[in-house]
Each structure stands twice: as C-alpha cells, then as structure tokens.
Nanobody
Framework: QVQLVESGGGLVQPGGSLSLSCAVK????????MGWYRQAPGKQRELVAA???????NYTDSVKGRFTISRDNAKNTVYLQMNSLKPEDTAVYYCYADRIWISSSYYYSDYWGQGTQVTVSS
C-alpha cells in the first residue's frame, strides 16, 4: 500500500511564507517525477512546480522566483517553499507522483495526495 501524506498549508497574510511537504509512505524502491498542483475554486487544476528524480525543476510562470520545489529521495519526500504569497495563490494544493516504483520492475502511476488548503488573505 502506497500513500502520499501532505502537511503544511494554512492561512497566511499577503507577502508571507508557507511550506508544504509530501511524504510517500510504504515500501518504496524509487520515485520518478514529483510535483505540486493547485486548484482554486471554479478553476481547473494547474501544475505549480515539478521535480525529477535527479533534481531538475520547472515552475509555472506565476510562481517563478517565489516558490521553490525540492525533494529528499532518502525520505521519499517532496517540499514546496512558498514565499511572497499573493491572494491569487489561494487554492487547494495537491502533491503528485508520476511513478512510484515498489520494485525494479513494478510501479504505480499517477498518485495524488489528499490536498491541503492554502489561503492568502489579510
């Protein structure tokens, strides 16, 4: 059984910072790309940031220079540091794992966390 467990999030004032983390629980061999998506009310889910197993990253334009994605492969955990938060960053943030390998020849694909609310408001 594999599970993505998110933590962090909450309410912060504009200009503030928050940190999200997502731990992959279970017997894990390795994890390919991971990322963070978000979905605001009435909007489609969008990719915020992604990171490959080797550490290459990409960000949606609206968060570049403000958000930083990182991962600790030994802990099977991905992080999202969010600085200079804006009201438009308000959304439910979801952790995502592309492929979770439980052996050298078997993987699960497209795993999602349960989501965590981030609210940026004064």
């Amino acid at each position: 059984q594999v599970q993505l467990v998110e933590s962090g999030g909450g309410l912060v004032q504009p200009g503030g910072s928050l940190s999200l983390s997502c731990a992959v629980k279970g017997s894990i061999f390795r994890i390919d790309a991971m990322g963070w998506y978000r979905q605001a009310p009435g909007k489609q889910r969008e990719l915020v940031a992604a990171i490959t197993s080797s550490g290459s990253t990409n960000y949606t334009d609206s968060v570049k220079g403000r958000f930083t994605i990182s991962r600790d492969n030994a802990k099977n955990t991905v992080y999202l540091q969010m600085n200079s938060l804006k009201p438009e960053d308000t959304a439910v943030y979801y952790c995502y794992a592309d492929r979770i390998w439980i052996s050298s020849s078997y993987y699960y694909s497209d795993y999602w966390g349960q989501g965590t609310q981030v609210t940026v408001s004064s």
